[in-house]
């Protein structure tokens, strides 16, 4: 890999919950490729086992992914490629030994204590009633999408750092989607300058709302959570209705 990387960080709420845990999440890109980087505490770290750097397939592409160990904290680099060599295995044993040299480095911060794990998918389900939101008798408990999730979700998902819930139906091809952070409140200020939308206080809750031409979003800060709920849709007309996507925003500040 040759040239400098840029760092990058989507709009998703896991870069968020590896911060609330101690750590870091972010992308990065350079001319030749693009991945993911991570550093979490070891004592919450238990989806990133240390092993050899390795590739292996991932649905229709190749997976690399290096971790390692400094200090107290474990460090991990995926990226994507579409060959499996030695050469993509030495790549991301290359980038693994440099982010292990650079969280080692780093300044530390003191670990608050971890927050209480959010309610099961299944209870939240229970709670919010993904089948009305979605206009459908008959759900599915996970996106419409082929192939596993990305690195970075599982990465916070396998660790506890959020709760992240899907609900789908194949009619219409809706999605629902719940994301909660636990203790990622006081984060509110970075994550909306990074979401955007517009400011819509719930039940006197900070919130945000956004819509798109294939999906809604809120936003909002609970006493102690983030929380995310975001609607997925084919066409316009197949869309969820806000006024929905904001009841099931509620449901959940209740919990928080």
């Not at 991945?35 to 070891?42: D, E, F, Q």
Request: some cysteine; aromatic content about 6%; overall charge negative.
């Amino acid at each position: 890999m040759t040239g400098s990387a840029v760092a990058t960080e989507p709009e998703t709420l896991w870069s968020t919950a590896a911060e609330v845990a101690g750590g870091l999440l972010c992308g990065f890109e350079t001319d030749e490729l693009s991945g993911t980087i991570v550093a979490l505490p070891a004592d919450r770290a238990e989806s990133l086992a240390v092993t050899e750097a390795e590739c292996a397939p991932f649905y229709d592409a190749v997976e690399c992914i290096g971790t390692g160990s400094s200090d107290e904290f474990t460090v991990a680099v995926s990226f994507l490629t579409v060959t499996q060599t030695q050469a993509e295995v030495d790549t991301v044993a290359r980038l693994r030994d440099a982010a292990v040299d650079a969280v080692r480095v780093a300044a530390r911060t003191p670990l608050a204590e971890p927050p209480a794990v959010p309610p099961s998918c299944n209870d939240l389900a229970d709670l919010i009633d993904p089948s009305a939101v979605l206009r459908a008798d008959e759900i599915f408990p996970v996106p419409i999408m082929e192939g596993d999730f990305p690195f970075d979700r599982r990465v916070v998902e396998g660790t506890d750092l959020v709760r992240a819930c899907d609900w789908s139906e194949l009619t219409d091809f809706r999605e629902l989607q719940v994301v909660i952070v636990p203790g990622g409140a006081d984060r509110w200020d970075k994550v909306t300058d990074r979401f955007g939308g517009t400011v819509s206080p719930i039940d006197g809750a900070d919130a945000t709302e956004s819509q798109g031409d294939h999906g809604l979003r809120i936003l909002v800060r609970g006493s102690e959570d983030l929380l995310l709920v975001e609607g997925r849709f084919g066409e316009p007309g197949d869309a969820e209705s806000m006024d929905d996507i904001r009841t099931v925003a509620r449901q959940l500040l209740a919990l928080s």
